[in-house]
């Protein structure tokens, strides 16, 4: 696990399901984990009172943490029976004060999870990065209903995001950018 910034950690394990390495973030002080799996070693001092989704396929070890699990509403319907879940609304104030933001392209549940207090937006499958400090881009076509659709829908939705006040940018799947998050951004939304 590293501190990425005072107070918020991130981490990466395997992910059996799609075989490979997907990120973790964990809010200290405000005990939130954001999609998270295991972190390794589990430490004494890792506690989450609260797991935030940001969409429904990130449930990954939640279950195991023993706390609620808050997922968007138009995702909860997939988790049902799986432990006990809370849904939120996009502009919900969510616990630990991250506010959660419509995306919704790609998937019907696609959201952004913003923490002011860090200056951090948390993405789903929208934005990803392949290589260590590499570019930002899109999934892959094949993982699109629509491939064309969807990128404009994350383009226009992304655009708007960039009014909100961050410059950590966590990624699901890929490394966390941090510092100029916003300025590695806009390239993807002119492509």
Do not use: C, F, N
């Given at each position: 696990m590293d501190e990425i910034?005072?107070?918020?950690?991130?981490?990466?394990?395997?992910r059996e399901t799609i075989g490979s390495q997907v990120s973790s973030y964990y809010l200290a002080e405000e005990r939130v984990a954001?999609?998270?799996?295991?972190?390794?070693?589990?430490?004494?001092w890792f506690r989450p009172e609260n797991v935030l989704l940001t969409c429904r396929h990130h449930d990954r070890d939640a279950w195991q943490l023993g706390c609620p699990v808050w997922v968007?509403?138009?995702?909860?319907?997939e988790l049902e029976?799986?432990?006990?879940?809370?849904?939120?609304?996009?502009g919900d104030e969510l616990p630990g004060g991250?506010?959660?933001?419509?995306?919704?392209?790609?998937?019907?549940?696609?959201?952004?999870?913003?923490?002011?207090?860090?200056?951090?937006?948390a993405v789903g499958d929208?934005?990803?990065?392949?290589?260590?400090?590499g570019p930002l881009g899109f999934v892959p076509d094949r993982f699109?209903?629509?491939?064309?659709?969807?990128?404009?829908?994350?383009?226009?939705?992304?655009?708007?995001?960039?009014?909100?006040d961050f410059d950590l940018l966590l990624l699901a799947?890929?490394?966390?950018?941090?510092?100029?998050?916003?300025?590695?951004l806009r390239p993807l939304l002119r492509t």
């Open positions: 910034a005072s107070g918020l950690w991130h981490w990466t394990a395997l954001i999609d998270p799996m295991l972190p390794p070693g589990r430490p004494e968007v509403a138009q995702g909860a319907y029976g799986r432990g006990e879940i809370r849904t939120y609304e996009w991250v506010i959660a933001h419509e995306v919704d392209s790609l998937s019907p549940d696609e959201t952004a999870l913003y923490s002011p207090a860090h200056r951090a937006l929208g934005v990803i990065r392949w290589e260590l400090d699109m209903d629509d491939p064309e659709g969807d990128k404009a829908g994350l383009r226009a939705a992304y655009e708007r995001l960039l009014d909100l799947h890929g490394d966390p950018v941090v510092g100029d998050a916003k300025d590695q």
